[in-house]
């Protein structure tokens, strides 16, 4: 089967894979941007953004990812609807082989495959995602002003997340189902030092409950003992998974729970693949910085190029 050849691909078409796609259509590259399903990755679960700059109103998850994609076709994006089942970094060109058996190959490849939230598992969680259940605070937390919030989990991210939300919300109550948190000694201080927030130790969400929002939780303790906690919205903070199945992690020396990590301007261990947005190893994980990280990734890319080709 022929082999098509471009000089640079991006895989996934997030908001750091539709910034990339925006500055290689405008920078004339020959490119093919492939992504599985609809553009706008995480995004288009986001019922609305209030700290994307440019729309002082905000908008939806949705009209952003449209807004991203539309700027970027208008410049000539070339993408591709497919699903890439493997990946093969040895040598150069790369190569790419997709679930119908086709082949591409690039000089340059983006790994803009993103990440996702680590969810609990239990009813209602899908169903009130956007509408009470949220994965980030940072992002969310101006929604509660002066509402009753939960937080579930014991780590830094989310004993960090519930300091925060205390700037909002009216209380915070952080249920972790063991008798300790996991955090480090002084952000648990701080945490037990701030009166905003309540803890509910050996418990854990067995489900979420309302009509049109959040309005309760079922919760279990370790006893079997079962309650209802009746809060305005849950932030579910207990990890999150890099997409990172179709990957060679060893070879891109993957780190910290299969994320990649790469240098400042996007490098990977591999010459000639760059990762922006999600995958990549790091520490904040917000549309801003995912679509400044793909911007690099092009610039990179394109002076990496320049360099083979002379």
């Known amino acids: ?36 399903g609809a553009a706008g990755g995480q995004i288009l679960l986001t019922d609305w953004i209030d700290n994307y ?60 495959t993103g990440a996702r939230a680590r969810r ?21 937390a101006p929604f509660y002003r002066d509402m009753h919030v939960a937080v579930v989990g014991g780590g830094n991210s989310a004993v960090q997340e519930a300091a925060h939300l205390t700037k909002f919300a009216s209380r ?24 905003r927030i309540d803890f509910i130790w050996n ?26 906690l009746a809060v305005d919205g849950i932030f579910i903070l207990i990890g999150v998974l890099p997409n990172n199945e179709i990957l060679p992690l060893q070879l891109l020396k993957a780190e910290d729970g299969g994320f990649i990590p790469t240098d400042n301007e996007t490098c990977t261990a591999v010459p000639g693949v760059f990762a922006a947005g999600d995958i990549r190893n790091k520490r904040v994980r917000q549309i801003v910085n995912a679509a400044g990280e793909g911007a690099t990734a092009v610039l990179t890319a394109e002076h990496y190029l320049n360099n083979l080709n002379s």
């Open 53 to 112: 700059p440019g729309f002082p109103d905000g908008l939806s998850g949705f009209e952003l990812a449209e807004k991203m994609e539309a700027q970027a076709r208008r410049f000539g994006l070339n993408t591709l609807t497919a699903n890439v089942i493997s990946i093969n970094l040895l040598q150069t060109p790369k190569t790419l082989t997709l679930e119908d058996g086709s082949e591409f190959s690039c000089n340059t490849l983006i790994l803009c």
């Open 1 to 36: 089967m022929k082999t098509t050849h471009h000089d640079l691909i991006i895989l996934g078409a997030g908001p750091a894979g539709l910034s990339a796609g925006l500055y290689a259509a405008r920078a004339r590259i020959d490119h093919l941007l492939i992504e599985k």
């Open 172 to 195: 915070v109550t952080l249920i972790h189902r063991r008798d300790a948190l996991r955090a480090t000694k002084i952000v648990q201080e701080r945490a037990f030092a701030n009166d």
């Open 120 to 140: 609990l598992g239990v009813p209602g969680e899908i169903e009130f995602t956007g509408k009470g259940v949220s994965y980030c605070a940072t992002c969310d």
């Open 203 to 228: 418990s854990q969400v067995t489900a979420i409950e309302g009509e049109k929002g959040v309005e309760r939780l079922r919760l279990r303790d370790t006893a079997g003992q079962e309650s209802t």
